[in-house]
């Protein structure tokens, strides 16, 4: 257990759609990094959050947005939803401090867009 | 921009054969990591790497950083099913962020 939590587990919507996947990082984590995978594929890195402000933004679609609160939990907003937006999304939280940056990461929310 | 590139990216072989992934760049990096991924779950950190040269063992997995921190191998030693999974290197740029493998598909015949 990896002690970062991410709701939900499993998603399944429609083509259009708007929905929000949440992460609570681990216990003094102020990094909070968001990822996609598709089937079989590696990791893109979507957005990063230290807390509560934008930290670097990788591949992240316009339709998609993110933002970490006062409590570092972190929402990651899909809207407009696409059959390529089905993926496994995951949230990925590290100290923030520091040089190796080593991340810590959800078991993950399958989303499937029908 | 820097890369990493991973290689192979797909690997099956049989139970107690030794095996070498490897993680390639023209970028030098700070420190690098590997992580293990199984199917349907998030990546696990295996271990980092932070000096030109350096050797970590983990049990049956060798994880060595190049002379000058531009690329890193893993080598694991009769392989096991459950070793089975998608093996991931990070590099950490000049500015703290992590750039990516696109990772080698491991699969262990038992």
């Known amino acids: 257990d990896s002690g970062v939590t991410q709701t939900p587990k499993h998603l399944i919507t429609a083509t259009g759609q708007r929905v929000t996947l949440r992460c609570s990082p681990r216990s003094g984590d102020l990094s909070v990094y968001w990822y996609q995978q598709s089937l079989d594929q590696g990791l893109q890195f979507l957005i990063q959050y230290y807390n509560g402000e934008e930290r670097a933004k990788g591949n992240i679609l316009e339709r998609f947005s993110a933002q970490q609160f006062p409590d570092l939990h972190s929402e990651l907003n899909l809207s407009s939803l696409e059959l390529g937006d089905s993926a496994l999304y995951f949230c990925?939280?590290?100290?923030?401090?520091?040089?190796?940056?080593?991340?810590?990461f959800g078991p993950g929310t399958r989303l499937t867009v029908l | 921009t820097q890369l990493l590139e991973q290689s192979p990216q797909f690997l099956s072989i049989q139970e107690g054969e030794n095996l070498t992934v490897y993680c390639n760049s023209s970028s030098v990096f700070s420190s690098l990591q590997w992580y293990r991924q199984e199917p349907g779950e998030g990546p696990v950190l295996l271990v980092t790497?932070?000096?030109g040269g350096e050797v970590k063992k983990l049990k049956r997995l060798t994880f060595q950083f190049g002379d000058a921190r531009k690329d890193s191998s893993l080598h694991i030693t009769a392989a096991q099913p459950g070793d089975t999974g998608l093996y991931l290197c990070a590099g950490v740029d000049s500015n703290y962020q992590l750039i990516w493998g696109a990772g080698t598909k491991l699969i262990i015949k038992p």
């Open positions: 790497v932070v000096t």
């Open positions: 990925a939280s590290s100290a923030g401090t520091g040089t190796y940056n080593e991340q810590f």
